[in-house]
């Protein structure tokens, strides 16, 4: 009934309170109506108060300001700022012009932005496309300024993308398939402009992208809440927007696993890099989507069922995830020691994991104190390797713990060169070299040991950490990364990515004027300066998904 409905979302305005109805006991909704619930103070409101002290102890906080901006709130406007009153970094308004140069309109509109801007780089490929992951930290920095239109544009232009028939050779693909991108095309002649977009049959490998439904998702609930306007999710074709992504990923099938089932190159990590199978960048953008969904789908029939579903997918999916995924000292212990061959519902090693198949740099890798989401797991697999997007949107989600999200942050203060070295962030760690690139990678020349997807390190993952710091309590790691990318990244000329150990080179083949280089700099210094943003992007821990584990001695010191 409309009337017993709570306000879901609401809108995240500065330094206002952004407890949310994010953090609602799930397993209520499977069985009651929902009531109005008397709000608790949230974890993002306590982040916010400790911030606001650990801010005070930070040096020169800049104040952000965004040239040429309509309609905005005065609060980030050159000197309107009083309580920062220092002088903006000049990065910012180089990247606030380079940001505005990235813009597509279609038909007289912005819809979105060009993956890059770089003039100098013969090869066009598509990075003259809009990407829906690339336009993620765009819509956040408009967002975060007031200019809501270009995100709205954005989402529905998607949306209808969304509805046509997609084709590979005589194959079709599932209907609620969202584009990798799409493009404008201007006819000079007739004066017409069309949209084209690729849903992979285009794409290097011909892969979907997992990842696209779901920022597109997640997009929709950041801009409900920064805007406070519930009319554009609750409309017709948002709501079957989403029931469609939903559909794709919560079919039932042959799975034993929660986890979804994934080819390589779905995701940001768009090319064969062994992430096949259940990688944690789509398990963690797939647990998010499917919380921004729960707060945007309509309580009405066909809302109802979803609703159902996922309540139910995510106890199972946050169990896996933080029970098979996770890994600690002590949990790679238990997995040295690991007998194999079991059979039936007593195994330990359900999996049937080899121990000789753990490698060698993980054991000196793996700090006393820390621990991490690892990349996947499958039957007798289970990859190692660190990789930043997903384990920062465990964090952002809530999919991780509480203990586990600091266990993260330890991590990555306690393997700072190995994971920021002089350029925030490595995409993954470590490369792979040698024979193992070569079987893993299929030889590709760009993905060659650190550079690239090949633990490349890339300035847009900056937004993902800094947003990871604040909620978790930490910012000052974000400012040390941030001052990191401040020492070279508009001299560099935004590249896309660096190469090297530590992150020193400008990638071999990295574009510039990477627009996500750009807008995830501005994302991070917005955030850092007002964190009460970080409602938009940023989901209550659910505390009926308590995990069933053992502590291990990372959560407890
Ligand atoms: C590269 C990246 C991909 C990104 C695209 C456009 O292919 O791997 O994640 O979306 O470039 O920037």
Redesign the pocket.
């Known amino acids: 009934m409309e009337g017993t409905r709570e306000p879901r979302l609401r809108a995240v305005g500065s330094y206002c309170s952004i407890a949310e109805a994010d953090d609602l006991d799930l397993s209520r909704l499977l069985d009651k109506p929902r009531l109005n619930i008397e709000r608790q103070r949230s974890f993002d409101e306590r982040s916010l108060s400790e911030l606001s002290i650990n801010l005070r102890g930070l040096d020169a906080a800049d104040s952000i300001y965004s040239p040429g901006a309509a309609g905005r709130s005065g609060f980030d406007t050159p000197g309107s700022s009083t309580w920062h009153s220092f002088e903006p970094h000049p990065m910012v308004g180089d990247a606030w012009e380079a940001l505005r140069r990235s813009l597509v309109s279609f038909r007289g509109q912005p819809v979105g932005t060009v993956?890059?801007y770089d003039h100098a780089s013969e090869e066009v490929l598509n990075?003259d496309q809009v990407?829906v992951?690339?336009f993620v930290p765009s819509a956040l920095a408009f967002l975060m300024n007031g200019e809501h239109d270009i995100v709205k544009n954005f989402l529905l232009k998607t949306l209808l993308l969304q509805g046509w028939e997609k084709k590979i050779d005589r194959f079709k693909l599932g209907e609620g398939a969202m584009p990798a991108s799409f493009k404008v095309l201007h006819d000079p002649v007739r004066k017409t402009e069309t949209l084209i977009a690729d849903f992979g049959e285009s794409a290097i490998g011909r892969v979907a992208p997992i990842d696209s439904g779901f920022w597109w998702i997640i997009l929709l609930r950041a801009y409900t809440k920064t805007t406070g306007d519930l009319s554009l999710a609750e409309t017709p074709e948002c709501q079957k927007g989403m029931r469609l992504i939903l559909s794709l990923c919560l079919s039932e099938g042959f799975d034993t696993f929660p986890t979804l089932l994934c080819a390589d190159g779905c995701c940001?990590?768009?090319?064969r890099m062994g992430v096949y199978g259940y990688p944690i960048e789509i398990q963690a953008l797939f647990f998010m989507a499917l919380r921004s969904a729960l707060a945007l789908l309509k309580h009405d029939a066909e809302g109802k069922e979803f609703i159902e579903r996922i309540v139910k997918r995510l106890h199972a999916l946050s169990y896996h995830m933080r029970n098979y995924f996770w890994l600690d000292f002590q949990q790679l212990n238990v997995i040295y020691r690991y007998k194999t061959e079991e059979y039936s519902h007593t195994a330990v090693n359900k999996f049937n994991v080899i121990p000789d198949s753990i490698p060698d740099w993980v054991f000196d890798f793996m700090p006393t104190r820390g621990g991490y989401f690892i990349g996947n797991v499958s039957p007798a697999r289970m990859d190692f390797r660190w990789f930043a997007l997903g384990n920062c949107v465990a964090i952002l989600s809530s999919l991780a713990t509480p203990e586990q999200s600091m266990a993260i942050m330890d991590l990555l203060e306690s393997r700072w060169e190995e994971l920021i070295g002089e350029m925030p962030l490595k995409i993954c760690y470590p490369a792979l070299e040698s024979h193992e690139w070569r079987i893993v990678t299929g030889c590709d020349p760009k993905n060659t040991r650190w550079s690239y997807?090949n633990g490349g390190s890339w300035p847009v993952l900056l937004w993902l950490l800094t947003a990871a710091c604040i909620k978790t309590g930490r910012p000052q790691i974000a400012r040390r990364a941030i001052d990191l990318a401040e020492s070279r990244l508009q001299k560099d000329g935004w590249p896309?990515y660096y190469d090297g150990k530590l992150g020193r080179y400008i990638g071999k083949q990295a574009r510039k004027f990477?627009t996500?280089s750009i807008a995830g700099y501005l994302v991070a210094k917005m955030m850092l300066e007002d964190p009460s943003h970080l409602g938009m992007i940023s989901l209550e821990e659910d505390k009926a998904m308590k995990p069933v584990i053992k502590r291990s001695a990372s959560w407890t010191c």
């Not at 940001?268 to 090319?271: A, G, P």
């Open positions: 993956a890059a990075y990407f992951r690339d940001m990590i768009d090319r997807h896309e990477q996500w």
